[in-house]
């Protein structure tokens, strides 16, 4: 069930554009993969999925506020 609700999570970045949708992309596949794996502990595989999409969010968020603080992007 948790691998639903971050890939939907995860989902959300394509709102962000081109690198937000890269970023759910590799978050989904990311999702997929731990979700299936049995090498891992179940508590760290829903948290290595939470930890992407907060660092992806992050990373979205931080090339942003950088654009526009260099005066790239007007806002």
């Known amino acids: ?6 890939s939907a999570l995860n989902l959300a970045q394509i709102m962000n554009g081109a690198v937000g ?10 999702t997929l993969r731990l979700s299936t ?4 502990a179940p ?14 969010w992050a990373a979205v968020f931080a090339l942003a506020f950088l654009l526009v603080s260099s005066g790239t992007i007007y806002y």
């Open 43 to 56: 508590a760290l595989r829903v948290l290595l999925s939470i930890a992407y999409l907060v660092v992806s």
């Open 21 to 30: 949708g890269v970023l759910a992309v590799l978050g989904i596949f990311l």
């Open 1 to 6: 069930m948790w691998a639903y609700v971050v």
């Open 37 to 40: 794996s049995e090498n891992l």
